[in-house]
């Protein structure tokens, strides 16, 4: 059984860097995985940010940005907003079906 | 305006049935992929099913393959999905969503299945 695993809770100032990783049980993770990653604010559905490891969509705030880094998918945000504070989830593509990471719990303090 | 709503979700006994639909507007729904996405009371996402775009390509997470089938009517824009043999561990919030991994990801706002005797 594949497992994508994430941070389960990073936090970060008001203004700073965070990154965010996701990693694949099958191995490093290369574009050919189609990394997506979406947030998910209490009680709201979730909401896509990053397709294909680095492309954003069209309402996506321009201080995300995704990549690969060191085997693994990423999720960066520059410049954090207080408003950023929510859970986020990474989701790979195995050629058809398809995994979420367990999330990661931001907290901005 | 892009909208996707999905219904069907009710209580359901241990070992029943339930059929889940997901109605898009918006958008020309016979060229997406779709999916069903599930989230169980505070635990985070499962990506549960899949289904391409003219409905010939199908995939399942192990957790539902055999128990539950994903379909389409692009004739009347709507995403389904089969569940049988409903498992407590079925319970959550389902939410059908266009194309995960590709531009302009759209999701709806869920409809709840609890499993319970």
């Known amino acids: 059984q594949t497992v994508v695993t994430q941070e389960p809770s990073l936090t970060v100032s008001p203004g700073g860097t965070v990154t965010l990783t996701c990693a694949s049980s099958?191995?490093?993770?290369?574009?050919?995985?189609?990394p997506s990653w979406f947030q998910q604010k209490p009680g709201q559905a979730p909401r896509a940010l990053i397709y294909t490891t680095s492309n954003k969509h069209s309402w996506t705030p321009a201080r995300f940005s995704g990549s690969l880094l060191g085997g693994k998918a990423a999720l960066t945000l520059s410049g954090v907003q207080p408003e950023d504070e929510a859970e986020y989830y990474c989701?790979?593509?195995?050629?058809?079906?398809?995994?979420f990471g367990g999330g990661t719990k931001l907290t901005v303090l | 305006e892009v909208q996707l709503v999905e219904s069907g979700g009710d209580l359901v006994q241990p070992g029943g049935s339930l059929r889940l639909s997901c109605v898009v507007s918006?958008?020309?729904?016979?060229?997406?992929?779709m999916n069903w996405v599930r989230q169980a009371p505070g635990k985070g996402l499962e990506w549960v099913s899949g289904i391409g775009a003219r409905g010939g390509s199908t995939y399942y997470a192990d957790s539902v393959r055999g128990r539950f089938t994903i379909s389409r009517d692009n004739s009347k824009n709507t995403l389904y999905l089969q569940m049988n043999s409903l498992r407590a561990e079925d319970t959550a919030i389902y939410y059908c969503?266009?194309?995960?991994?590709?531009?302009?990801?759209?999701w709806g706002q869920g409809t709840l299945v609890t499993v319970s005797p």
């Open positions: 969503a266009r194309d995960t991994i590709a531009n302009d990801c759209y």
């Open positions: 099958t191995g490093a993770v290369t574009s050919g995985y189609y």
């Open positions: 918006g958008f020309t729904f016979s060229t997406y992929a």
């Open positions: 989701l790979l593509y195995y050629g058809g079906v398809q995994v």
